[in-house]
């Protein structure tokens, strides 16, 4: 009965929404079989007949009054139980934990405080988290149907939003603003929301800017925050991945793909094959060799010394990456020669 | 009565008491198109806003199609992005809104006013051309690789996406002048050109009705025209005003479109809720309960419509205390609406009710601007809001006060007005099976949506997850209900041109006094001699039984 037409309640925030929600939809069950069953009785009742006329329209003013200001207690009724609810999602707890919310076309980053990242939400179960969204392109919003929670991502601004899940399991997440769709298809690859199918490639867009929300215990929830910073675990295997494997993977969703390439070709970044052991020439007139060194300070400060020919656009990813994973990405570049 | 032959007249003069649509009142093709006969235009708008719900319906079945499966069905995913926009910006700009006023609002509001014409004919031609000029505009943003915003454009998907956006922005600027040049036209018209008699308490309510909407589009319309060319400005010259990217605020998009986007909302529905007006009233035999309340509650929506855009914006981002804001003054909305729903009730009370198909479609536009409006009350709750927004259950709140409120009513004006316009009855057996499968399949297309969307189904997805399958095919089986009832509507029309019976003037026994005064299909200057008004269009008491029931083939009989 209770969800009858509403998902699981999942949030602290659902029994609230959804108790107004019920209210108003048995008022308007009532409402409209009140009215539309007298419209109907009177559309019989009074059906044409020969030689009975329709009584001339007369006024009553005490009726019409009531119909236009009784609806009043009633509205202000609804619209403060809104409020209510809407105040209670809007001031997050002092204590919540911190969870940053970075979304872009197609898909989630979420960063936990320990630094380390997911493309699926991981939260723990009785804390209020505290989300903060931004966009890289244009406006999403991250909704999730179990929390009944929405807020939109939006390019240039800080969003936030929050809640507090009060069951442990798996539920849905979904992008709720219309952010449009990739030219063709692409290849489908494990953990790819099952939708937008065309034989085994996949269409990409809003509608597959979907993933999921895991509610763990406390401790799995520590268990998991551990995890993002070690080496993946192979599921096949049941052993963690090797350094240079671990490298590539960071390469990824490290997102240095975008400007560095690993098959010669130079991009906004010079290319990382052949990259270690090299001479390299800045622009300040210096020069030394690519060593392990030298890599792990063109990560951690990037400024520092400039390849000649490139611009000194790279991010620092001091604070992002940490040591492991730095030593993991040196062991991938060092497998490029 | 039409037997007077027409007398003597230059070659290419019309003949000023020839019906409107006979060759001596203007001939060929020239005479329709350079016509200043507002029945004429009216008949042009007809016309041309049905091509445009033809074609916005076409994009409507290709977004089911592709819905009823799960993964791709018939179109790609870009595609389909393209096909739900098409859809909702042709059916908002080239036939909602121009729809009621340009069609059954030029033909027969000065007639109703007992008058020639609008004051107006030229800009009343103007108006149409204006029209035809947007909407090539927008057919050759169709053409040209299309636009897939959204019909809200919203920044900066709009501002960087690489589709045809400027030229479809530019044809909603330009079809805006058109609206404004109605509502100017109408609005000079109701004040200056009444017949004697007619004072402000005898207007019929659908010139009420159309009052209000003229109000809403004179003063709304521009700043939909600025905010669009704000739009079409940053995409060519790269002025920085949306896009965050140059420095712009893409929320300014947001307020500058819904603060024009939502008082649309009563320019789409206050005509409908008009053209009820009267069908109630004839139908019954009876005057509107509450006339005034009915006349007042237009305006007040007209006026309240201007003070809720920001309930589009829950989650946005804008500030909690705008939104709170917001949300109360959106409850207000409900009052009016409220009103109406109950005097149109009260109407029917010891009635002489007949269920032709005007007033069967009068009925659907109670049954389902109710459920529209109810469902208004969710999305009104901000808390509920925030779970509901951007979910089919927007989707069908709007269809249900769209599509069951103004289409329904829509149809049900074009039915009643038909034999007035073109002078011929249409076949009631075979309008009732159309209107029976528009009435099932429009419920089952949309009722489902409410509760797919309560459950978290998001709109404009190309796609759904498994749990969603069912209800997508209902939907989409509902559409094609829909198709049938509209083809068989479609082709009662066609029938009755082709081998109609010729209407008496007054075949539903109207009080109306577009009905009682001029004969069907009028002549050209709609009366042979100016009325005057003695009595109000609803004063069913006050006419002989002769004057309701001349030529009502059914009640001839008897
Ligand atoms: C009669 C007038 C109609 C009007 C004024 C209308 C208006 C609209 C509007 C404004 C939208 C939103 C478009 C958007 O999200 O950008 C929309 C979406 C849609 N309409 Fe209609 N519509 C009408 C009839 C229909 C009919 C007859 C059908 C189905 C047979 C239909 C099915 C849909 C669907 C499937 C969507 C897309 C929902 C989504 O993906 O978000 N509409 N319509
Ligand atoms: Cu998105
Ligand atoms: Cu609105």
């Known amino acids: 009965m209770e969800t009858m037409q509403l998902p699981p309640q999942w949030s602290t925030f659902a029994r609230q929404t959804d108790w107004l929600f019920y209210f108003i939809y048995w008022l308007s069950v009532v409402l409209f079989v009140g009215i539309i069953g007298v419209a109907l009785y009177f559309v019989w009742k009074y059906r044409r007949q020969p030689g009975v006329k329709a009584e001339p329209t007369g006024h009553a003013t005490v009726l019409e009054i009531t119909w236009t200001v009784s609806p009043l207690a009633l509205l202000a009724f609804l619209f403060h139980m809104g409020f209510r609810g809407y105040i209670d999602m809007t001031v997050a707890p002092a204590d919540a934990m911190e969870i940053r919310v970075r979304a872009k076309k197609w898909a989630w980053d979420f960063e936990y405080p320990n630094g380390g990242h997911s493309n699926v939400l991981h939260v723990p179960v009785n804390r ?112 963690e991945a090797t350094p240079e494997k671990w490298g590539e993977i960071l390469y990824r969703a490290q997102q240095c793909n975008t400007c560095h390439s690993t098959d010669g070709g130079a991009m906004t970044g010079p290319t990382w094959r052949g990259l270690f052991g090299r001479q390299r020439q800045f622009t300040d007139g210096t020069s030394a060799t690519a060593d392990a060194n030298y890599i792990r300070q063109s990560i951690l400060q990037p400024n520092s010394k400039v390849v000649q020919g490139f611009n000194g656009v790279m991010p620092s990813f001091a604070g992002t990456l940490r040591d492991n994973q730095v030593d993991a990405i040196i062991a991938y570049i060092r497998t490029l020669n | 009565m039409a037997t007077e032959v027409a007398g003597a007249h230059g070659h290419d003069e019309p003949d000023h008491l020839a ?55 018939i179109m790609s995913a870009e595609y389909y992005n393209r096909a739900f926009t098409l859809h909702g910006a042709i059916m908002v700009f080239l036939f909602i809104i121009p729809a009621v006023p340009g069609a059954l609002g030029n033909f027969v509001l000065p007639i109703m006013l007992g008058t020639k014409d609008v004051a107006f004919p030229r800009l009343n031609l103007l108006s149409f051309y204006v029209y035809l000029f947007g909407a090539t505009f927008a057919l050759y943003s169709i053409i040209s690789g299309s636009v897939d915003t959204g019909w809200t454009f919203y920044t900066p998907y709009s501002t960087t996406s690489n589709t045809s956006v400027v030229s479809m922005v530019l044809g909603a600027f ?53 905010t669009l060319l704000l739009l079409a400005a940053e995409r060519t010259f790269g002025l920085g005003i949306f896009d965050p990217a140059l420095g712009g605020d893409p929320i300014l998009f947001q307020h ?97 009710i007949v269920l032709t198909t005007p007033m069967l479609y009068a009925l659907s536009f109670l049954i389902l601007f109710t459920i529209g409006g109810l469902t208004g009350l969710f999305v009104g709750a901000l808390s509920v809001d925030i779970h509901l927004h951007d979910t089919y259950f927007v989707v069908a709140h709007f269809h ?12 049900g004006g074009i039915l009643y007005w038909w034999p007035k316009m073109t002078g011929k009855l249409y076949d009631e057996s075979l309008a009732k099976k159309g209107w ?105 008491h006050l006419c002989s039984d002769e004057e309701l029931f001349d030529g009502f083939p059914e009640d001839a009989e008897k």
């Open chain 2, 174 to 226: 330009i079809l805006g002048f058109s609206s404004i040049l109605t509502g100017l036209n109408f609005i000079v018209t109701i004040h200056k050109l009444r017949a004697p008699g007619l004072h402000w308490k005898r207007l019929p309510l659908f010139v009420w009705g159309t009052y209000a909407t003229s109000i809403i589009q004179v003063l709304a319309t521009p700043v939909l025209a600025i």
């Open chain 2, 400 to 411: 249900y006060v769209m599509m069951g409120g103004t289409v329904m009513a829509f149809v």
């Open chain 2, 256 to 352: 500058f479109f819904w603060f024009y986007s939502h008082p649309a909302v009563y320019i789409m529905i206050v005509p409908g809720m008009a053209v009820a007006s009267e069908l109630f009233a004839t139908f019954s035999r009876r005057a509107i309960f509450g006339y005034f309340a009915i006349a007042m509650s237009s305006l007040g929506l007209a006026l309240v419509g201007f003070l809720v855009w920001g309930h589009h914006m829950y989650t946005s981002g804008q500030s909690e205390f705008a939104t709170t804001l917001f949300a109360a003054l959106t409850m207000l909305v409900a009052i009016p609406s409220g009103v109406k729903v109950f005097n149109w009730t009260a109407t029917l009370y010891k009635g002489s």
């Open chain 2, 19 to 73: 019906p409107y649509l006979s060759p001596e009142a203007g001939r060929g093709i020239k005479g329709w198109l350079l016509t200043l006969d507002h029945k004429r235009i009216g008949l042009m708008y007809l016309v041309s806003t049905l091509l445009a719900f033809f074609m916005g319906g076409v994009f409507a079945l290709l977004v089911r199609l592709e819905l009823f499966a799960p993964g791709r069905t």
């Open chain 1, 128 to 239: 209020p988290v505290r989300l903060t969204l931004s966009s890289e392109d244009v406006i999403h919003s991250l909704y999730i149907p179990a929390f009944r929670v929405k807020k939109d991502a939006v390019p240039g601004y800080y969003t936030t939003m929050w809640f507090e899940a009060t069951q442990v399991g798996e539920t849905d997440l979904f992008c709720a603003e219309y952010c449009g769709a990739a030219v063709g298809t692409t290849e489908v690859s494990e953990g790819d929301p099952p939708v937008g199918r065309e034989g085994n490639r996949r269409h990409v867009g809003h509608f597959s800017m979907i993933t999921k929300v895991r509610i763990h215990t406390m401790a799995d929830y520590n268990t998991f925050l551990e995890s993002i910073l070690r080496p993946p675990v192979d599921p096949a295997t049941g052993r």
């Open chain 2, 436 to 540: 029976f499968f528009v009435f099932v399949g429009f419920n089952t297309t949309f009722l489902i949506q409410f509760i797919m969307g309560s459950k978290g189904m998001p709109r404009r997805y190309y796609d759904y997850l498994p749990q969603f399958e069912t209800y997508h095919k209902i939907s989409t089986v509902g559409s094609w209900l829909l198709l049938v009832g509209f083809l068989l509507t479609a082709w009662a029309l066609i029938k009755s041109i082709r081998s109609g019976e010729k209407s008496p003037p007054n075949p539903w026994g109207s009080a109306g006094f577009e009905w009682q005064g001029t004969e069907s299909p009028p002549v050209m200057q709609n009366f042979r001699v100016t009325p005057t008004i003695t009595r109000g269009p609803y004063d069913y």
